[in-house]
């Protein structure tokens, strides 16, 4: 992402961004760029407004066209009532948008964003869902780090899963839950002293990946709700059930597995 952002240079390999180079063209290429790091770094002393017009000028936009902007840009992620408001107060949410519209203010055609939505609460990531798929709809280019695959599944219409600094697999939402999943998945629940011999037992049931974590077992199928029926005709009754799509969380653990490195 530094190497994108003309930031650090690049260690190895072709990198060209907006047809230049970012070593010997960075200048030009971070004035067409927007950024959102994974920590707000908003000055908390000033105004929202002020927040934007101080930021304006470090593209060499006259004032005129800065306080247009700002206008726009606190109308699109529904600020205009915190105009004069200090940050410091402000919401995680509010605070979030903030710096979206801080990222806007030079009209990049490209946005870079690290984690924009880490620690918002489910309805302050929906609205911030809903301005950045909003600029997609502009036509505006985002290049987006995150760890919630409902996020990366919303948002993006190409994926890099990344492990240990390599790429796993690249495509589609669509095209990564085909290749690496089923179409839907089966969890059950058994009591925990017959859970083990439940699983030994419906593993032979099915071909597809099956798993077993500490409260349920995930069962991955074309037909989450024949494979139940089979499960219930093998004379297993489970005592919790819940049959799903496959998500590309699914698809992350499949690549990356479930234990935790740091």
């Known amino acids: ?31 067409r760029l927007g950024v959102v790091p994974q920590e707000d ?11 934007l017009l101080v930021y304006g000028r470090y593209f060499g936009l006259n004032r005129k066209l800065i306080a247009e902007r700002t206008d726009e840009l606190l109308d699109f992620v529904q600020l205009t009532e915190r105009a004069d408001d200090q940050v410091d107060p402000l919401s995680g949410g509010m605070k979030r948008r903030l710096t979206i519209a801080r990222s806007l203010i030079n009209s990049p ?23 950045l798929f909003r600029l997609k709809q502009r036509g505006v280019t985002l290049i987006l780090t995150t760890h919630y695959m409902d996020e990366a599944e919303q948002l993006c219409d190409r994926l890099v899963v990344m492990d240990h600094g390599e790429i796993a697999a690249e495509g589609t939402p669509r095209e990564l839950i085909a290749r690496y999943s089923t179409p839907e998945v ?15 037992k419906i593993k032979s049931l099915t071909s597809e990946r099956s798993e077993l974590t500490a409260d349920r077992m995930l069962l991955y199928a074309a037909d989450g709700d024949e494979l139940l029926a089979r499960v219930r005709a093998a004379g297993l009754e489970p005592v919790g059930e819940f049959v799903r799509r496959s998500t590309l969380e699914d698809v992350f653990l499949q690549l990356t597995g479930r234990t935790l490195v740091d």
């Open 109 to 131: 055609d490209i946005l870079i964003l690290d984690e924009p939505t880490t620690g918002l609460d489910p309805q302050a990531r929906h609205v911030v869902w809903d301005r």
């Open 41 to 51: 770094t908003l000055d908390n002393e000033l105004t929202v407004r002020e927040n």
């Open 186 to 200: 089966l969890e059950l629940r058994f009591p925990p002293d017959v859970q083990e011999a439940a699983f030994e």
């Open 1 to 31: 992402m530094r190497m994108l952002g003309c930031v650090s240079p690049p260690t190895q390999g072709d990198l060209t961004i907006l047809g230049g180079d970012p070593v010997r063209d960075g200048a030009a290429i971070r004035a």
